[in-house]
């Protein structure tokens, strides 16, 4: 059975940092690019980093460039995401996932296997 577990969420002031965590278990980790999403309220669910399977190629968006940093462990099966100078528009559940290919567009939504359950981040102003 495929697991995504994360951990890390919850409540920061703008300006901190959290660290995301997910664990992942059931597949072939190597195998497989890992992305993390995003979605705030009333939003649609956003790639905002992915890591290819080699790890040779990390993407992210723009509106985290330079504040977050993902990273990932083949040996240990997880990922990190670092995320610094926090916004509260990064308020959102962030969800860890699966899929295929990271590439120069990142990683989109109908390109992901398995989803995790997701983790809040809440940032005050």
């Known amino acids: 059975e495929v697991q995504l577990v994360e951990s890390g969420g919850g409540l920061v002031q703008a300006g901190g940092s959290l660290r995301l965590s997910c664990a992942a278990s059931?597949?072939?980790?190597?195998?497989?690019?890992i992305g993390w999403f995003r979605q705030a309220p009333g939003k649609d669910r956003e790639g905002v980093s992915c890591?290819?399977?080699?790890?040779?190629?990390?993407y992210y968006t723009k509106s985290i460039k330079g504040r977050f940093t993902m990273s990932r462990e083949n040996a240990k099966k997880a990922v990190y995401l670092q995320m610094n100078s926090l916004k509260p528009e990064d308020t959102a559940v962030y969800y860890c996932?699966?899929?295929?290919?990271?590439?120069?567009?990142?990683?989109?939504?109908?390109?992901?296997?398995?989803w995790g359950k997701g983790t809040l981040v809440s940032v005050s102003s």
């Open positions: 996932a699966v899929a295929l290919d990271c590439d120069d567009y990142g990683i989109h939504v109908g390109d992901v296997y398995y």
């Open positions: 059931g597949f072939t980790f190597d195998d497989y690019a």
């Open positions: 890591v290819n399977s080699d790890d040779d190629w990390t």
